[in-house]
């Protein structure tokens, strides 16, 4: 009987609870959609904004194939009179979808089929496809940002994640920008995917740690950091404004964690936003060319920049920083060995249209032979990886067309 009492009274409680809790508290604002960061096997982060009558937040998660709701309260952080609400959810199950709602102050602020995240992969074989694009939110009206984010929203495979090649937000990374010119053109893409982005010199131009750093909740110090996805292994350095954020520290971190997860990985990725050498309007960046050599010797894959406004791929480099002359072949690569390649995929918001690719003009570059493939349109990069093949695409923002691609198997 008291069962059933209880089973009566249960509901009752529950609606004068949220009766109560509703009409406790302001509802707040939903000043920015909620955005997903550090999505691991195990774990996620959900972030969002709201006006400063926030005084808590939690979310609910429920995963996709099964009735059971799981609630956990968040942290809130004030930045700028706005409030960031932020929960992370741990013991999660690998390679799950889940879908949340958001609430802050006890009111509901978004729930619906678009609003899930999936936790990543054991260590694996699992095929994934990441975007990739730099130098993005640029100043309205001028910016072209919501271009690659509509073509990766319409995308038949939905990417696992996408990189930031730095110049996340012009001009100079303020946080009072985020919203306009970065989250507002990629919110239905940030809801469901996360995003791992790294400074460039605009968003230094601003302190980063009150600006960048606030916007973001990256793996370790959040200007350099690794993650991993299936079979591949990512690491985001900060190139700052050219000469790299504490140089000496972060290249030998680099080396660690290149040595630490040798033999791990299929595939090793390094993503930052300014570029080695190159045949664009931009200078060779001795520091960019000064690791080289380490990621030759490290097997590492990709090397990804931002920085021009243009798309750029270089031939393989070896680990003197000249390519490699024995390749002709340059749309199907047999395994690298020391050899990566870099390329420049920086016309993410905008594009430098004062100027003309030509890499055989001396004025652009010593050596025009170094470029495999250069495209002057807006442009972001799909990468597909399935076990030891690697498939690269450069793409038009504006048509969706693939104007480049190539593929590396091991
Ligand atoms: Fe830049």
């Known amino acids: ?14 609606a004068f609870s949220s009766y109560l809790k509703n009409n406790s508290y302001e509802q ?24 400063d009558v926030t005084e808590n937040c939690y979310v609910e998660i429920q995963k996709e194939t099964s009735n059971k709701i799981i609630s956990k309260q ?19 199950e690998p390679n799950t979808k889940y879908y949340y709602s958001i609430f802050s102050n006890g009111y509901k602020l978004a729930t619906g089929k678009n609003y ?39 995308l038949n495979h939905k ?8 110049d996340i937000v012009y001009p100079k990374g303020e946080s009072r920008n985020y919203d306009k010119q970065l989250f507002l053109p990629f919110e239905n893409i940030f809801k469901n995917t996360p995003f791992y982005p790294v400074p460039g010199n605009h968003d230094w131009y601003t302190d980063p740690e009150k600006n960048f750093e606030k916007e973001w909740s990256l793996p370790n110090n959040e ?51 300014h570029n080695g050498k190159t045949c664009s309007y931009k200078p060779n960046y001795e520091a960019v060319i000064s690791i080289y ?53 920086g016309a993410g918001g ?4 004062k100027w003309e690719p030509n890499p055989s003009d001396k004025k652009n570059c010593e050596n025009g032979d170094i470029v495999a493939h250069y495209e002057h349109e807006p442009s972001f990069s799909l990468i597909s990886i399935d076990g030891k093949t690697l498939k690269f695409e450069g793409i038009n923002s504006i048509n969706g067309k693939t104007f480049d691609s190539f593929t590396i198997k091991k």
């Open 1 to 14: 009987m008291r069962k059933i009492l209880a089973l009566l009274t249960l509901p009752l409680l529950f």
């Open 28 to 51: 707040p604002e939903l000043l920015r959609e909620p955005y997903l960061q550090m999505v691991r096997e195990n774990s996620a982060t959900i972030t969002w904004k709201t006006n």
């Open 74 to 92: 968040g942290k809130l952080t004030q930045h700028e009179n706005n409030t960031f609400n932020e929960v992370v959810f741990d013991k999660l």
């Open 116 to 154: 899930f995240f999936i936790t990543n992969p054991k260590k694996g074989k699992t095929a994934f496809t990441f975007y990739a694009l730099g130098d993005i939110g640029a100043k309205l009206p001028h910016s072209f940002a919501d271009k690659p984010a509509k073509c990766i929203e319409k």
């Open 159 to 166: 990417p696992s994640f996408g990189l930031g090649l730095g």
């Open 223 to 273: 200007h350099y950091y690794s993650f991993s996805y299936s079979n591949a292994l990512f690491i985001g350095l900060d190139s700052s404004k050219g000469e790299f954020y504490n140089y000496k520290e972060q290249v030998a971190w680099l080396q660690k964690t290149l040595n630490e997860n040798k033999d791990t990985f299929d595939w090793t990725i390094v993503y930052l936003h």
């Open 293 to 345: 050599k380490i990621l030759a010797e490290n097997e590492v894959d990709l090397l990804l920049n931002g920085h021009a406004h243009t798309y750029e791929r270089l031939k393989p480099y070896n680990k003197e920083g000249d390519i490699d002359t024995n390749r002709t072949n340059h749309s199907e690569y047999k395994n690298l060995d020391e050899n990566f390649i870099s390329i420049t995929v």
């Open 350 to 353: 905008k594009l430098n249209n």
